[in-house]
């Protein structure tokens, strides 16, 4: 009765199935954590600019002056 457990549980694949998975969901984190890594340094910078060009404005004067000029790169 044990040698018959012993020998479906050889025979069984489902655990590979499970191996797959995680080698998958591991690569995926890898990648997202890659992505993070060359990102962050310019959306800090990003919002750097942001947040000074907000502190600049006075809204009780007129709020569109000084402010920054984005123009359209190509």
């Given at each position: 009765m044990t040698l018959s457990y012993f020998k479906t549980f050889i025979s069984s694949e489902s655990g590979a199935v499970t191996v797959d998975w995680v080698v998958l969901t591991a690569a995926l984190v890898g990648l997202g954590l890659?992505?993070?890594?060359?990102?962050?340094?310019?959306?800090?910078?990003?919002?750097n600019d942001i947040g000074q060009?907000?502190?600049?404005?006075d809204p009780l004067t007129d709020p569109f002056t000084g402010n920054a000029v984005f123009t359209e790169t190509q």
């Amino acid at each position: 009765m044990t040698l018959s457990y012993f020998k479906t549980f050889i025979s069984s694949e489902s655990g590979a199935v499970t191996v797959d998975w995680v080698v998958l969901t591991a690569a995926l984190v890898g990648l997202g954590l890659a992505v993070m890594a060359v990102v962050s340094g310019g959306v800090e910078n990003l919002s750097n600019d942001i947040g000074q060009s907000l502190t600049d404005v006075d809204p009780l004067t007129d709020p569109f002056t000084g402010n920054a000029v984005f123009t359209e790169t190509q």
